[in-house]
């Protein structure tokens, strides 16, 4: 799976928010400036490239220069830790739940923080974890709450 975030940075790379800003007469300035810079737009401006591309060309014609566009990301991918957080959603999304996330504790000074966080589906608290930062201690809790429910993140 390729992240929204993933498209708009390969987008900002390819300057397609200066394209953008180009083509899209009748915005006013600052408007524009903020909508080139947008993550959203920016990741649906790549997606809607790649697909004129592939109805103009093929698939055939568009897969080098697309797989090279995202090589870094896939090797990425397939050497870094598993997302807990997203194997989570994705399976919860199966069967048409979601999981939430709560702060239960913040401890420490400023610069020295830990982060307790559960992770709750359905109202249920299926994890618990902790961390050096609020993401970390979510991706612990989102492992636990694979665990609990069985289910065996992919490899990446």
């Known amino acids: 799976m390729v992240s929204r975030q993933t498209c708009a940075g390969i987008a900002k790379e390819l300057g397609l928010g200066e394209r953008l800003a180009e083509y899209a007469g009748g915005i006013a300035p600052d408007e524009l400036q903020r909508i080139s810079r947008s993550r959203n737009v920016l990741a649906a401006v790549l997606e809607a490239a790649m697909a004129a591309l592939y109805l103009e060309h093929g698939f055939e014609k568009i897969e080098p220069a697309i797989v090279a566009t995202f090589s870094e990301t896939i090797e990425y991918a397939r050497s ?12 919860l999304a199966r069967s048409g739940r979601q999981v939430h996330y709560t702060v239960l504790e913040v401890e420490g ?6 982060f307790v966080c559960a992770a709750h589906v359905a109202g249920v608290q299926l994890g618990v974890g902790r961390g050096s930062t609020k993401k970390a201690a979510e991706q612990e809790a ?6 609990a429910l069985g289910v065996t993140p992919d490899a990446m």
């Open 80 to 91: 870094s830790h598993v997302d807990y957080k997203t194997e989570l959603q994705e399976a």
């Open 109 to 114: 000074l400023p610069h020295d923080r830990s």
């Open 142 to 147: 989102a492992r636990q709450a694979l665990d």
